[in-house]
């Protein structure tokens, strides 16, 4: 099919029969056709090539079909892609057991699923079942998906309101905020569930000593800690985990995005032994997946915690990060009226704008420009940019220049405004 046809084609199935409105904005911001994509670049349906620095909302930190993930997963094709359920499976054996061993703390028994909502619903409803009580503490502008439940514990009314009446017993503080969060805690908390660097909420970094004071509070209550990892896990921080910059661990935590490898889609929730006993003791078909822990995606997993780990992503995160911030930071000098803020750690960053609307036009510019971003869910002030952790210094240095002729053609845009 020809070019303009085959995108004309699927821009009016996309109007038709997925979402108008959502196709009419993604028209906007100058997406074409996704036809392929390697490394860190994607291409379009005219061939045209972008950095990817949106990574899949973070699915993508080894880069787009890394070699060794792909391997692993065209020979488990080969073999036995699904599971016939009744039997035991050697990768869902595998890749507990090694995230047994890499998760921080006492995190031991891991439930397979699909997505990064069904990984948070899975931790909301153990801890509920484990604890017997009905209390939730979540935070404002938080994102832990967009099913009922956990919809429930999203902090944005803007998706929540709708749906409601939801899952009742959901508390929302302010995040970052210690005292608020302590306060909260109280002994009909099942959970407290937080996010260690919030994502969709506009990459907001909370103050050293919070995750810690979340633990405390728990401990205090016998309340359960649960921290969606769904997106600053496997490296994107820096850190193997985001929770290992503090040093703190969770009773249960949710992951997906990157840990299928970019791959496979896969979600997990790995949790204590004791959380295990209290909700499985009496039934071990307390919860299930038909999918879950499906032969493919599990190859990939386990591909990629060896990756993540050989390569060290997480190092290379933390290094590649700090560079990059550092030349954000020197963007916004030349900027201050545009840009309000930029912060991050690794290679999870966000850069906030002192005005609404301007993402739009910046998200526009930098695919322009060939460079691929996207602002965050709940805070459309801020666009975030979480590349491949593969990425090299000099897609780093094409990214910075991208974003710093966007904000100048923005710039220019506005005067003509005034
Ligand atoms: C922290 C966090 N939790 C949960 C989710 C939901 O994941 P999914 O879109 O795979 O359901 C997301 C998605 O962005 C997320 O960032």
């Given at each position: 099919?020809?070019?303009?046809a085959?995108?004309?084609?699927?821009?009016e199935?996309?109007?038709?029969?997925?979402?108008?409105n959502?196709?009419?904005?993604?028209g906007?911001?100058?997406?074409?056709v996704?036809?392929?994509?390697e490394g860190c670049?994607?291409?379009d349906?005219?061939?045209?090539?972008?950095?990817?620095?949106?990574?899949g909302?973070?699915?993508?930190?080894?880069?787009?079909?890394?070699?060794?993930?792909i391997?692993a997963?065209?020979?488990?094709?080969?073999?036995?892609?699904?599971?016939?359920?009744?039997?035991f499976?050697?990768?869902?054996?595998?890749?507990?057991?090694?995230?047994?061993?890499?998760?921080?703390?006492?995190?031991k028994?891991s439930?397979?699923?699909?997505?990064?909502?069904?990984?948070?619903?899975?931790?909301?409803?153990?801890a509920?079942?484990?604890?017997?009580?009905v209390?939730?503490?979540?935070?404002?502008?938080?994102?832990?998906?967009?099913?009922?439940?956990a919809?429930?514990?999203?902090?944005?009314?803007?998706?929540?309101?709708?749906f409601?009446?939801?899952?009742?017993?959901v508390?929302?503080?302010?995040?970052?905020?210690?005292?608020?969060?302590?306060?909260?805690?109280?002994?009909?908390?099942?959970?407290?569930?937080l996010?260690p660097?919030?994502g969709?909420?506009?990459?907001?970094?909370?103050?050293?000593?919070?995750?810690?004071?979340?633990?405390?509070?728990?401990?205090?209550?016998?309340?359960?800690l649960i921290?969606?990892?769904?997106?600053?896990g496997?490296?994107?921080?820096?850190?193997?985990?985001?929770?290992?910059?503090?040093?703190?661990?969770?009773?249960?935590?949710?992951?997906a995005?990157?840990?299928?490898?970019?791959v496979?889609?896969?979600?997990?929730?790995?949790?204590?032994?004791?959380?295990?006993?209290?909700?499985?003791?009496?039934n071990?078909?307390?919860h299930?997946?038909?999918?879950?822990?499906?032969?493919?995606?599990?190859?990939?997993?386990?591909?990629?915690?060896?990756?993540?780990?050989?390569e060290?992503?997480?190092?290379?995160?933390?290094i590649?990060?700090?560079r990059m911030?550092?030349?954000?930071?020197?963007i916004?000098a030349k900027f201050?009226e545009?840009?309000?803020d930029?912060?991050?750690?690794?290679?999870?960053?966000?850069?906030?704008?002192s005005m609404?609307?301007?993402?739009?036009?910046?998200?526009?510019?930098?695919?322009?420009?060939?460079v691929?971003?996207?602002?965050?869910?709940?805070?459309?002030?801020?666009?975030r940019?979480?590349?491949?952790?593969?990425?090299?210094?000099?897609?780093?240095?094409?990214?910075?220049?991208?974003?710093?002729d966007?904000?100048?053609?923005?710039q220019?845009?506005l005067?003509?405004?005034?």
């Amino acid at each position: 099919m020809e070019r303009d046809a085959l995108y004309q084609d699927v821009y009016e199935k996309y109007m038709n029969f997925i979402n108008p409105n959502l196709a009419k904005l993604m028209g906007f911001g100058g997406f074409g056709v996704e036809m392929r994509a390697e490394g860190c670049y994607i291409y379009d349906h005219e061939g045209r090539q972008f950095l990817d620095c949106l990574g899949g909302y973070g699915t993508f930190s080894f880069g787009h079909r890394h070699p060794r993930i792909i391997d692993a997963v065209k020979r488990q094709l080969d073999i036995m892609p699904l599971s016939g359920k009744a039997f035991f499976g050697q990768n869902a054996a595998n890749l507990a057991a090694k995230l047994a061993e890499l998760t921080p703390g006492d995190l031991k028994v891991s439930f397979f699923c699909n997505s990064g909502t069904e990984a948070v619903e899975a931790c909301l409803k153990l801890a509920k079942g484990a604890t017997g009580r009905v209390k939730i503490v979540s935070t404002e502008g938080s994102y832990h998906g967009k099913t009922l439940g956990a919809l429930a514990a999203t902090g944005r009314a803007k998706y929540r309101k709708k749906f409601e009446p939801l899952m009742p017993g959901v508390e929302f503080v302010p995040y970052g905020d210690v005292e608020a969060l302590v306060n909260a805690v109280d002994d009909q908390t099942a959970c407290v569930i937080l996010e260690p660097i919030q994502g969709e909420g506009g990459i907001i970094v909370p103050p050293d000593g919070y995750l810690r004071a979340a633990r405390e509070a728990c401990d205090k209550h016998g309340a359960l800690l649960i921290f969606d990892e769904v997106q600053t896990g496997m490296g994107r921080t820096g850190y193997r985990f985001g929770c290992n910059h503090d040093g703190v661990a969770p009773d249960l935590m949710s992951l997906a995005k990157a840990i299928g490898g970019g791959v496979m889609p896969l979600g997990v929730a790995v949790y204590t032994e004791d959380v295990y006993n209290k909700v499985f003791g009496e039934n071990p078909l307390a919860h299930t997946s038909t999918f879950g822990g499906n032969p493919l995606a599990c190859a990939a997993g386990l591909e990629a915690l060896a990756v993540l780990e050989e390569e060290g992503l997480a190092e290379r995160s933390r290094i590649l990060g700090e560079r990059m911030l550092a030349g954000f930071r020197k963007i916004q000098a030349k900027f201050p009226e545009l840009l309000a803020d930029v912060r991050g750690r690794g290679l999870m960053i966000g850069a906030e704008f002192s005005m609404d609307e301007v993402g739009e036009v910046v998200v526009a510019t930098l695919m322009k420009h060939g460079v691929c971003v996207a602002y965050t869910l709940n805070n459309p002030r801020v666009l975030r940019f979480e590349p491949p952790l593969t990425v090299s210094e000099e897609q780093i240095e094409k990214a910075l220049a991208a974003f710093e002729d966007g904000l100048l053609e923005t710039q220019s845009l506005l005067a003509l405004l005034v």
